[in-house]
Structures are given as C-alpha cells and as structure tokens.
C-alpha cells in the first residue's frame, strides 16, 4: 500500500551529518520529481528541497541552501537528503513526496508521500 518508503532519521548533535533515504514501491516514480518537506512541532510543513527526474532542475528552501544535498539514484527508484552541519532548528519530522510533473515548493501539489521519519538535533 505504502509506495514511499523512507528510513534514516535519528538523533545527531548540532554540527554533525544524516542521511535520508526514500524508496519508492513502482519504477514508474524513476520519472517524477521527488521531494523533500519537513514539519516540526506546532508548525506548519515546510518545503525543504526538490529535483527532478534527470536531477537537472534542483531547489533548495533557503533555511538549508549549503548544507542539504538532494540527490536520486533511479536505478533504485531512491532519493536521498544529505543533511550536514545540522542545527537545532532542522529538528522535525522529515517526509519524502513525490509527483508526475516539475519541481515545485508547493506540498499540496505532491500526491504522493512517505510516512516521515524524525530527525532531532540536540544542542
């Protein structure tokens, strides 16, 4: 039933690095944008980063630009969030999405959504 199934997350320190994984269920998900949001307690999902299906288009949300990597591997049907020198503030729980058309920032154009996974910066 699940057709974004994500792991990674965890606790790490300020400073240091995680790594995101998302697997999608369907080879057909090799062709969509895939993307990356986050929502931390008491507030609204936020945009983190997105690309496309060649990994040609990218956008970062600027609260990560030089520290968060998106990357994608279609031969695994798998997109990643290289999250580095993390801060406190990136504390939330982080959800993988995807879509059939360009990248964009906006969540509710995504159908598509893994079930989240937390990732907590302790200071």
């Known amino acids: 039933q699940v057709q974004l199934v994500q792991s990674g997350g965890g606790l790490v320190q300020a400073g240091g690095s995680l790594r995101l994984s998302c697997a999608a269920s369907?080879?057909?998900?090799?062709?969509?944008?895939m993307a990356w949001f986050r929502q931390a307690p008491g507030k609204e999902r936020e945009f983190v980063a997105v690309?496309?299906?060649?990994?040609?288009?990218?956008l970062y949300a600027d609260s990560v630009k030089g520290r968060f990597t998106i990357s994608r591997d279609n031969a695994k049907i798998t997109v990643y969030l290289q999250m580095n020198s993390v801060k406190p503030e990136d504390t939330a729980v982080y959800y993988c999405?995807?879509?059939?058309?360009?990248?964009?920032?906006?969540?509710?154009?995504?159908?598509?959504w893994g079930t989240g996974t937390q990732v907590t910066v302790s200071s």
């Open positions: 690309l496309d299906y060649s990994g040609g288009s990218i």
């Open positions: 369907r080879r057909t998900f090799s062709s969509a944008a």
């Open positions: 999405a995807a879509r059939f058309g360009t990248t964009s920032d906006k969540s509710s154009l995504y159908p598509y």
